[in-house]
């Protein structure tokens, strides 16, 4: 049995909330993404890791300053000299279209750091490559779309056939890797891509480039034991209850309120040929707290917005945005100063105001109020409201019934329905 760490998806300078630490000089938000990162390498070190698999992302863009990237240098040592062997697959945020251009990660490996290596091309890892562990790793990382095409110069306007074709040629790379290996071995894949079924959460906002949809089939081979993913921030298992297990672990930290309600954290896999068993781990990151809130009369209207804040335990250091929806003649009855008052605790408050203005009817230049039925009426003003055809029609149905009671003389639309 091999016990594997497997995370991704580190983006450890995002900082696009909060202010700046005071002693470090570095974005708090910045401090939450390392903290999360020394909370996974402190328990592969705790834990005695066979392995540390990180499946791609270790920023959010191809540039990183030399700080962000010696407190990720820093990270990855403390691996190496707790004698950890650790796989660095590089993913769309660490490397450039450009051909010739270094990776994010290319230090590691320019270094020759001690149990370190990186993952920048397709590849077979076997037992020899992996310092002795009984392994093998096939390793897929990011494929940006426009330069396989370019390799295998097909038409960008191809549409739908290109990337079947390159769907293939993906299909054919991998199963050469796969009829290469050693039966008698555990095999673990490790790839940084979309994967067929998997379900986004709000990374679109982050991700660089076009993705290659990876097809399932591929990811879920029987003759694989356990498949390392990232680039998806979401956690989850692709093959649930199956063999091999497909894990996103997802990513570390969250990124924005679009991440809100997303658990965070790492997994412990435990590998072993045919029958491998593995853990998420969760991980308590920064509190983000998103709220709409609607309200339609000034009664009671504060105490309504009030409520809907999260208790006072939960509001210092939480990142907070509170939406309120509201008709604008009630806009002079918000008290923002209390609202704020109650969030100063918070690392952020946000407080976004959406005033609604009142739909009105508007008839074409030809017609004049006077001119319509009732019911001609009625109709034009379902629309202003953007009610449902469905719906329309049932209404127009019951009020034609109640005009008729009421007048005791057939609607206009009832003659027509009739004689038809």
Request: hydrophobic fraction near 40%; include cysteine; charged fraction near 25%.
């Amino acid at each position: 049995m091999v016990k594997i760490f497997h995370f991704a998806d580190a983006h450890i300078d995002i900082a696009t909330h909060g202010r700046h630490d005071p002693d470090t000089g570095l974005p708090i938000r910045v401090l939450d993404f390392l903290a999360a990162l020394d909370k996974i390498i402190d328990a592969a070190i705790r834990e005695k890791a066979d392995l540390v698999i990180f499946s791609g992302d270790a920023y959010k863009d191809r540039t990183p300053s030399p700080t962000f990237q010696r407190e990720w240098g820093r990270r990855i040592i403390r691996l190496s000299a707790a004698g950890i062997p650790s796989l660095l697959l590089t993913g769309n945020h660490d490397i450039s279209p450009a051909s010739g251009r270094a990776s994010t990660l290319q230090e590691f490996d320019t270094l020759q750091v001690p149990n370190v290596k990186v993952l920048y091309k397709p590849q077979l890892l076997t037992p020899q490559d992996l310092w002795g562990l009984p392994l093998q790793v096939l390793a897929l990382p990011w494929i940006f779309r426009s330069v396989m095409m370019a390799n295998l110069e097909y038409s960008t306007g191809s549409g739908d056939k290109t990337n079947e074709e390159l769907e293939k040629r993906i299909s054919n790379v991998f199963d050469d890797f796969l009829n290469t290996l050693d039966p008698a071995l555990p095999a673990v894949l490790v790839a940084h891509g979309s994967v067929q079924g998997a379900v986004y959460g709000n990374e679109r906002t982050v991700m660089l480039g076009k993705d290659l949809v990876l097809p399932g089939s591929l990811v879920k081979d029987p003759r694989l034991d356990y498949v390392a993913l990232g680039h998806i921030h979401k956690h989850q298992d692709l093959n649930p209850g199956l063999h091999p297990p497909v894990v996103y672990p997802g990513s570390i930290e969250r990124v924005d309120f679009g991440e809100a309600a997303d658990d965070k954290g790492y997994v412990i896999a435990e590998v072993e040929k045919g029958k491998t068993t593995f853990q998420f781990k969760k991980l308590d990151g920064r509190r983000f707290y998103d709220k709409l809130v609607k309200v339609k009369e000034k009664e009671g209207l504060m105490e309504k917005i009030l409520s809907s804040l999260p208790p006072e335990d939960r509001i210092p250091d939480a990142i907070i945005r509170l939406s309120i929806e509201y008709p604008r003649d009630l806009d002079m009855f918000i008290d923002e100063p209390l609202l704020r008052d109650k969030c100063a605790a918070a690392l952020e408050f946000h407080l976004i105001r959406r005033p609604q203005e009142e739909a009105r009817l508007r008839l074409p230049h030809d017609q004049t109020i006077a001119s319509l039925t009732p019911l001609e009426l009625l109709e034009t003003y379902w629309k202003s409201v953007h009610t449902s055809p469905q719906e329309l029609k049932s209404l127009q149905a019951m009020a034609s019934s109640i005009i008729q009671a009421v007048s005791g003389a057939e609607t206009t639309e009832t003659l027509e329905e009739e004689n038809q």
